[in-house]
């Protein structure tokens, strides 16, 4: 099992006297005990508010980490001020006072402390700054002390390509070899100052692993109705177990039982993007509260979702415009109202498997029952939605859907 998120945002400077312009990129990702409850708040909400926003045409795999989106728009927030902190902070549900942005940090923190010898996670906060450009030392000192960011001085007026392949680099090494041109051609150019980068990867072990000789060959029904045959997994063991009247939800833990899948299956004839007009946060927190752990037979099907967008346009359909725009005010990073976002770019890769295995046998396997089974039958045979959360502060660090495996 492996997950790897990034996620950038960039800004160009306003035009300003001499029309000089300046661009300031970002891409992010993190994780005061006090705090952290209401950052985990504004992460799952953002989650789901940007899973509205995106579940358009929703008959194709998607995967987004918003424990990385909401960091990465922290880290500028701490530069922004009047209507563009405004309207960041309702955007990403930030809290406006002093130590939330700590909170963040502590989130990313509390998720590396889950770390074992079967669990692998790093997370990487950087800063790249243009060379003779004068960033204050209060932003800095923030961007440190919040998110912990190292800072790197490259030189986007000589060579943009160079610093462009430079940074995509740094990311694809973060991330295991994953995550790889997240920033695309044309993306940096000489009027590019700053640029704010993260990543997260994570690997972890099932704690009831799939045997892989039970891997076989069965049918997964599309959104069209159609099928294909593809592998699936399977095991009759103990899993948080949650069924409600339209959906079903199945919680897989992770070794150390501090990181979990949950999948939520739609009932039997409900198409998937029908089903998402109705699933919400308040869902989401029913059924973390409401599962229990119960005996469940297990179908699920391997598989690898990958997705990379721009956020610019779906940000700014869900309200965040100013950030983008002429008037945005970000004189919290360089003393001056001269920068503004001109674009955000999201990666993610995920893959489920049996740990360390892609053997499966081509055959089919029908399951009928004679009578009532004494436990629980979860069969992931049509699309559903997962997430991948940290257990102990209930934060959603990937959220997703699988159309198609």
Not at 65 to 86: H, Q
Not at 133 to 147: A, D, E
Not at 169 to 191: F, R, W
Not at 193 to 212: H, M, S
Request: net charge positive.
């Amino acid at each position: 099992m492996m997950f790897e998120f990034y996620s950038l945002t960039m800004i160009n400077l306003k035009t300003i006297d001499m029309k000089k312009l300046t661009s300031f990129v970002l891409a992010v990702l993190a994780g005061t005990v006090t705090h952290a409850q209401s950052a985990s708040e504004a992460i799952n909400t953002f989650a789901f508010d940007l899973y509205n926003g995106l579940k358009v045409g929703g008959n194709e795999n998607l995967v987004y980490s918003p424990f990385s989106i909401s960091p990465a728009f922290g880290m500028v927030t701490l530069g922004a001020k009047g209507e563009t902190l405004k309207q960041l902070n309702a955007t990403f549900h930030f809290d406006n006072k002093p130590r939330f942005h700590q909170s963040l940090g502590m989130l990313q923190l509390n998720l590396l402390s889950s770390t074992s010898d079967d669990i692998t996670i790093t997370v990487a906060n950087k800063a790249w700054m243009q060379s003779d450009y004068s960033i204050l030392r209060s932003y800095r000192k923030n961007l440190k002390k919040c998110y912990k960011a190292a800072m790197y001085r490259v030189d986007f007026i000589k060579d943009p390509e160079l610093s462009r392949q430079t940074i995509n680099l740094a990311v694809e090494y973060d991330t295991k070899q994953h995550i790889k041109n997240l920033l695309p051609q044309g993306s940096i150019s000489e009027l590019t100052r700053l640029v704010l980068t993260n990543a997260i990867y994570f690997k972890g072990k099932w704690k009831e692993p799939f045997e892989p000789e039970k891997t076989k060959e069965r049918d997964f029904i599309l959104s069209d109705g159609s099928r294909i045959k593809h592998p699936f997994m399977s095991t009759n063991k103990t899993f948080g177990y949650f069924k409600a009247d339209n959906f079903t939800a199945l919680e897989m833990d992770y070794t150390g039982e501090e990181l979990s899948m949950l999948v939520i299956l739609p009932k039997e004839g409900k198409p998937l993007n029908e089903f998402e007009k109705t699933f919400t946060i308040e869902n989401y927190n029913e059924v973390v509260k409401a599962i229990e752990p119960q005996k469940t037979l297990v179908f699920i099907p391997r598989f690898t979702v990958e997705s990379g967008f721009s956020m610019k346009k779906v940000l700014g359909e869900m309200g965040l415009t100013i950030p983008f725009s002429d008037e945005a005010d970000f004189s919290g990073i360089s003393g001056k109202k001269d920068l503004k976002i001109s674009n955000a770019y999201h990666k993610a890769f995920i893959e489920v498997s049996e740990e360390g295995t892609t053997a499966a046998a081509a055959t089919a396997v029908v399951v009928a029952m004679k009578s009532m089974p004494s436990f629980n039958v979860f069969d992931a045979n049509r699309p559903f939605i997962f997430i991948l959360r940290h257990k102990p502060t209930n934060t959603i660090l990937f959220i997703g859907r699988l159309a198609k495996p």
